[in-house]
């Protein structure tokens, strides 16, 4: 199994007429995802052709979803109309709403996330590459891809990995892969401070799926969310875990005033999630280079197989 | 986006924050109209910069102090003179230091006691965050740090906005009574209302003072913006000052580059944020230092990898080049015709290391070993680290 998505959940995608939704559009169609329908206000009735596809574009998600049967959106709208089109996504009942969009501003997304509290939908992203279960075909198609991801990177196999950045997300498929493992799911959270899914969220689901037997957790510096995860998979977490933190040199003093140290606690620095790593059992990657192995060294040490 | 002090306390009167009377001026001869506007009587000077600790800060002519207290305004017009123009280092500044485009005259308040407050995100709960202290007129992470219990932080519902009992919370952790609390109350509420309404991402007073006549004054300002929401505030971007920036961040911003100026001498050339914060780290893993942070982004072009060129060989520390590219879907011969394209542009006589892993790699390769560039290739990022650090030692 995998994570959140299968090879048969059905999407649709809000902006799919845009330069960016409908590139991404063909490379999912192309990967064998499906993509039932495209959303964009005013286009109702057209189509979306690539490759002997025709896809059906709907006014509203609410439209395309009861036509279609689509669960899960993945939303490539311009920053200013975001907002708006993840509220729709949770407005129309959907599972999942997937956020590519970056440079929403964050007054939306705070008053987007008080918005969609205790809803049925779950929000992946903003600013967030997508995710993707890989395929039993050639470079992984027949696989779901939701999002700008490279999906012949992939190999259907038993690792999850969730990171908040894209290309540390492909480093760690791409050295999975390389090695000869798969992955289940990969999921990239994204990077922005008010965010659906959290790290720890999507931990827990790894953890409860069967089909996933190592998990790589990539992080970066500022908030909390990585601490977080790392103090739930001491405390729950069986199966072998590695880490990665980004930004141990990223230059401080870059904001003016200090209050966002105070509000971040002491553990927003790279150092101090790295030492919470280590103190909850997880296995640092001293570089980005060591992922795969570090995850490697972990399922040893738990004498646990990940093929 | 990061404003001046003066600019922030225009804001804070214009959203009903009490602060005290004061005057900008940005040239010798406007330091007379600024402070006709103000009473005789005790004068501060401020330096204007984009920067903390400019009262514990030094100018570079060895004259002390960006912030000073003057008993007069003639004294005050004088030590203007020794600010404006010169150029002041503070902790936050670097040793480069920044100068002094902009003096701010401010009546000098009598202060009854100092305090702190700010409002920002709070990012665990995704709400904004109220910071209220009763130690003011210092470190505040100090304070956090030995005194945490002296800090109070109130969240906000943002579908609801800052409610009269959470003033009431904040104002008594404050231990204000009377016509303070009252004060307090209303400037408070209207310093959220600003932060707010403006889509700001930081608003910090410290300090903020009380008075022996009871008013409450935000003596100093700090407002930085989202960036993501400028495009809806163009009065907030009219405020923005070049002088404050990075002659090369601001070029890179031109092609939509994402670029931070280091003081290393190893210049990076990356796509994806992630990737290349993980890049810098990875050049002081093996003992090097990263020159700067540069993202390029998911949808490179060869006009943009070559502009990207030119601004990292702007940086006259620049000794090595590191390219570290993983395409995803972004075609790695794209970056590599915009390597060569840049090289005979621009000459290339520094060591420079590729890395390039996915999309079309291997066309990508074969471009740069045809254009007969001397370019070193690494197989993995700690691979092409290691010898880029060997090459620059």
């Known amino acids: 199994m995998s994570i959140l998505i299968t090879p048969a959940t059905k999407i649709l995608v809000q902006g799919i007429t845009g330069a960016f939704g409908a590139k991404h559009a063909q490379l999912s169609l192309d990967y064998g995802t499906q993509l039932v329908a495209g959303v964009t206000p005013g286009k109702g009735g057209q189509f979306f052709e690539h490759a002997g596809h025709k896809v059906p574009i709907f006014n509203s998600v609410h439209e395309a979803a009861a036509a279609t049967g689509a669960t899960v959106s993945v939303i490539f709208v311009p920053p200013p109309f975001a907002g708006d089109a993840i509220l729709e996504c949770v407005d129309a009942g959907l599972d999942l709403a997937v956020c590519i969009t970056e440079g929403i501003p964050i007054k939306d997304m705070i008053r987007v996330k008080r918005a969609i509290a205790g809803k049925k939908t779950r929000l992946i992203g903003p600013n967030c590459p997508g995710l993707v279960t890989p395929g039993t075909g050639e470079g992984s198609k ?4 939701i ?8 190999k259907k196999g038993h690792v999850g990995i969730v990171s908040r950045s894209g290309t540390l997300t492909y480093e760690a498929v791409f050295q999975i892969t390389s090695k000869g493992l798969g992955q289940s799911t990969s999921v990239g959270i994204g990077g922005d401070p008010v965010n659906g899914t959290s790290h720890l969220d999507v931990i827990k689901l790894f953890n409860e799926d069967p089909d996933t037997k190592g998990i790589i957790l990539i992080g970066e510096i500022g908030g ?16 072998p875990v590695a880490g990665f933190i980004a930004g141990a040199t990223a230059p401080a003093g870059r904001r003016m005033g200090h209050a966002g140290a105070i509000v971040g606690g002491a553990e927003d620095t790279a150092a101090a999630k790295i030492a ?12 980005p280079t060591d992922m795969a192995d570090a995850l490697l060294r972990a399922a040893q040490k738990k004498g646990v197989s990940l093929s | 986006m990061n404003i001046h002090e003066y600019q922030a306390k225009a804001l804070f009167e214009k959203f009903g924050v009490p602060v005290p009377k004061g005057a900008a001026a940005k040239t010798q001869e406007e330091f007379d109209t600024a402070l006709a506007t103000l009473p005789e009587g005790p004068t501060m000077v401020k330096s204007q910069i984009h920067a903390g600790g400019r009262g514990k800060g030094t100018f570079t002519d060895g004259f002390k102090g960006g912030v000073k207290f003057c008993k007069t305004k003639a004294e005050a017009k004088e030590i203007a003179g020794k600010m404006l123009g010169n150029t002041l280092v503070t902790l936050q500044t670097g040793a480069a230091g920044r100068k002094v485009q902009t003096v701010y005259f401010t009546v000098a308040s009598d202060i009854k006691k100092e305090y702190y407050l700010a409002v920002l995100l709070d990012r665990a709960s995704s709400r904004p965050v109220i910071v209220a202290s009763t130690e003011g007129g210092v470190e505040i992470e100090k304070v956090a740090h030995e005194t945490p219990e002296k800090i109070t932080k109130v969240l906000i519902d943002p579908a609801y906005g800052v409610a009269d009992f959470q003033l009431r919370q904040v104002i008594g952790a404050l231990g204000l009574s009377g016509t303070e609390a009252k004060n307090a109350a209303k400037l408070l509420k209207n310093l959220y209302t600003m932060f707010w309404e403006t889509d700001a991402a930081m608003v910090e007073v410290n300090p903020l003072i009380t008075t022996p006549a009871g008013d409450v004054l935000a003596l100093d300002a700090k ?5 993501n929401a400028l495009y809806r505030h163009p009065e907030i971007v009219a405020l923005r000052d070049l002088n404050e920036e990075d002659p090369k ?21 990356v796509n994806g944020a992630g990737l290349a914060m993980s890049t810098m780290d990875i050049i002081k893993h093996y003992g090097g230092n990263p020159a700067n942070f540069l993202d390029v982004g998911g949808g490179a072009s060869k006009e943009k990898v070559v502009a990207a060129f030119k601004i990292i060989l702007g940086d006259a520390n620049v000794k090595g080049i590191f390219v570290n590219i993983f395409g995803g879907i972004m075609d790695c011969n794209v970056i590599a015709e915009g390597i060569v394209e840049a090289v005979k542009e621009v000459g290339l006589k520094l060591p420079l290391v590729v890395r390039l892993e996915g999309n079309n790699v291997a066309k990508g390769k074969q471009t740069l070993a045809a254009s007969g560039l001397s370019l070193v290739s690494g197989d993995t990022m700690a691979d092409a680290a290691q010898k880029i650090v060997k090459l620059v030692a």
């Open chain 1, 142 to 145: 027949g696989g779901c891809r």
């Open chain 1, 147 to 154: 999002g700008i991801a490279p999906g012949y990177i992939h």
């Open chain 1, 224 to 239: 909390s969310a990585e601490v977080e995860a790392a103090r739930w998979i001491k405390d729950n977490c069986k199966k």
């Open chain 1, 276 to 287: 919470v790593f280590q103190e909850c059992g997880i296995e640092v990657a001293a570089t």
């Open chain 2, 223 to 227: 407002v930085s913006f989202d960036s």
């Open chain 2, 249 to 269: 961040e601001i070029e890179a911003s031109k092609y939509d580059l994402a670029y931070i100026a280091l003081d290393g001498n190893i210049a990076c050339l």
